[in-house]
């Protein structure tokens, strides 16, 4: 049968298929061929062409798989550098985009059977900085060009130059500040005394003297009964050397003072404490499940049998995901997080906190905002019990 024509429709349709990307199945590494179906590829392994390529391979081996391997790697790497650069990715990104060229190096040629072996093999020699993750490996090529590594050298040495003339200059201010200090005398600090008496009849006394060191004027003691006070007062200000004695208070009124003191300090702190404990709980997670609450599952991939129907969620698994169970039929499924949402209830239910300050505390619902998609819920645990606060619908959910 002859060949069709170059203008033929069988011509036109046989161009175009041999254009794009085949299987993988039906391509020959050794001859570079690569066949559109089953029967094409048998046709070709039993070619003349096809068996001096495996007498060839079959003298030298380790030769052709060492070669394809050294293909592999170097244009593995260099899409790599080119396309990410130094930022970690995926690695069946990388590869997907390797094999989207049609005369790429396929893997079945190489000394790796599969990626992650190819992946762990570029960790163990260093040339790409890889780790495990529940998503899969991800990859991060490592610059080992000479111009790279000069120019970072160069920007650590400007750092550091940088740095040196910064300390420079602090130890140049600190050394202006010690000569300029060394010309005064030290300040007289003011001593601090507590108020006290040995006996019921000795007399407390105040120095009332100023700071200024050009004052010569004595200390004035006032003392005077507490009816008395204000007029002992007027007379110590107005005698400069004279010194006026005043009672100390009864007893009574310092107690009552103390106590007064001690509970407004007291206040303070646990005021202070509850600003802590808020602050440190409002650290926001990306993860939200928890057990013995109400959900609705929203992913379309499980069927209209499920789709926006509730559940009640039974056990969390690593913090995305849960086992749930149907409320209406009692089907057990295992789901991730984004495939789930919250169930706002109806007002007076009670509901469980998922996120935020107030995160796994009991709530009822007061009532629903729908303008700002949150709603009012008093605490019904918690150190903060019957306070109302306003809660985003994402961050409560309804309690089975």
Same mark, same amino acid.
């Given at each position: 049968m002859?060949?069709?024509?170059?203008?033929?429709?069988?011509?036109?349709?046989?161009?175009?298929?041999s254009?794009?990307?085949?299987?993988?199945?039906w391509?020959?590494?050794m001859?570079q061929?690569?066949?559109?179906?089953?029967?094409?590829?048998?046709?070709?392994?039993?070619?003349?062409?096809?068996?001096?390529?495996?007498?060839?391979?079959?003298?030298?081996?380790?030769?052709?798989?060492?070669?394809?391997s050294?293909?592999?790697?170097?244009?593995?790497?260099?899409?790599?550098?080119?396309?990410f650069?130094?930022?970690?990715v995926?690695n069946?990104?990388?590869?997907n985009?390797?094999?989207s060229?049609?005369?790429h190096v396929?893997?079945?040629?190489?000394?790796?059977?599969?990626?992650?072996?190819?992946?762990?093999w570029l960790?163990?020699?260093?040339?790409?900085?890889?780790?495990?993750t529940?998503?899969?490996?991800?990859?991060?090529y490592?610059?080992r060009?000479?111009?790279?590594?000069?120019?970072?050298?160069?920007?650590?040495r400007?750092?550091?130059?940088?740095?040196?003339?910064?300390?420079?200059?602090?130890?140049?201010?600190?050394?202006q500040?010690?000569?300029?200090?060394?010309?005064?005398?030290?300040?007289?600090?003011p001593?601090?005394t507590e108020l006290k008496?040995?006996?019921?009849?000795?007399?407390?006394?105040?120095?009332?003297?100023?700071?200024?060191a050009?004052?010569?004027k004595?200390?004035?003691?006032?003392?005077?009964?507490?009816?008395?006070?204000?007029?002992?007062?007027?007379?110590?200000?107005?005698?400069?050397?004279?010194?006026?004695?005043?009672?100390?208070?009864?007893?009574?009124?310092?107690?009552?003072?103390?106590?007064?003191?001690?509970?407004?300090?007291?206040?303070?702190?646990?005021?202070?404490?509850?600003?802590k404990?808020?602050?440190?709980?409002?650290?926001?997670?990306?993860y939200?499940?928890q057990?013995?609450?109400?959900?609705?599952i929203?992913?379309?991939?499980?069927?209209?049998? !499920?789709?926006k129907?509730? $559940?009640v969620?039974?056990?969390v698994? #690593? =913090?995305?995901?849960?086992?749930?169970? %149907?409320i @209406? +039929?009692?089907?057990?499924?295992?789901?991730?997080?984004?495939?789930?949402?919250?169930?706002?209830p109806?007002p007076?239910?009670?509901v469980?906190?998922?996120n935020g300050? !107030?995160?796994d505390?009991? $709530?009822?619902?007061?009532?629903?905002? #729908? =303008?700002?998609?949150?709603?009012?819920? %008093?605490? @019904? +645990?918690g150190?903060?019990k019957?306070?109302?606060v306003?809660?985003?619908y994402?961050?409560?959910s309804?309690?089975?």
């Amino acid at each position: 049968m002859g060949k069709a024509d170059f203008l033929s429709p069988k011509a036109i349709s046989n161009r175009i298929k041999s254009k794009g990307l085949q299987k993988l199945r039906w391509y020959c590494q050794m001859c570079q061929k690569q066949c559109r179906d089953e029967n094409g590829f048998k046709c070709h392994c039993m070619s003349e062409s096809h068996q001096r390529q495996l007498l060839l391979a079959s003298e030298n081996p380790t030769k052709f798989m060492d070669y394809f391997s050294d293909e592999f790697k170097s244009d593995f790497l260099e899409l790599l550098r080119r396309r990410f650069g130094t930022k970690r990715v995926h690695n069946n990104i990388v590869y997907n985009e390797y094999i989207s060229h049609r005369e790429h190096v396929h893997m079945n040629s190489t000394q790796w059977e599969t990626l992650t072996d190819f992946t762990k093999w570029l960790g163990r020699k260093g040339l790409c900085k890889v780790d495990e993750t529940p998503k899969g490996w991800y990859i991060q090529y490592v610059d080992r060009d000479p111009e790279t590594i000069r120019r970072q050298e160069e920007q650590a040495r400007k750092k550091k130059q940088e740095l040196d003339d910064e300390e420079r200059s602090a130890k140049f201010i600190q050394e202006q500040v010690r000569r300029g200090m060394d010309g005064k005398e030290a300040e007289a600090q003011p001593v601090y005394t507590e108020l006290k008496r040995e006996s019921e009849e000795e007399k407390v006394a105040f120095n009332l003297s100023t700071p200024v060191a050009s004052s010569s004027k004595s200390s004035s003691v006032l003392g005077a009964s507490s009816v008395l006070g204000a007029s002992s007062v007027l007379g110590a200000l107005k005698a400069p050397a004279s010194s006026v004695k005043r009672k100390e208070a009864p007893s009574g009124s310092d107690s009552r003072g103390e106590k007064k003191k001690k509970s407004a300090l007291e206040e303070i702190m646990e005021i202070e404490e509850k600003k802590k404990k808020r602050q440190s709980s409002a650290v926001r997670t990306d993860y939200w499940l928890q057990p013995n609450i109400v959900v609705k599952i929203v992913t379309k991939k499980l069927g209209d049998k !499920y789709h926006k129907k509730k $559940a009640v969620v039974m056990e969390v698994k #690593e =913090k995305y995901g849960a086992v749930v169970k %149907m409320i @209406d +039929s009692g089907d057990k499924l295992k789901l991730d997080q984004n495939h789930l949402q919250t169930v706002i209830p109806a007002p007076g239910k009670r509901v469980l906190i998922l996120n935020g300050p !107030y995160r796994d505390t009991e $709530a009822l619902l007061e009532g629903i905002d #729908e =303008k700002k998609f949150s709603a009012t819920l %008093m605490l @019904d +645990s918690g150190p903060q019990k019957g306070d109302m606060v306003d809660i985003a619908y994402e961050d409560f959910s309804k309690l089975a």
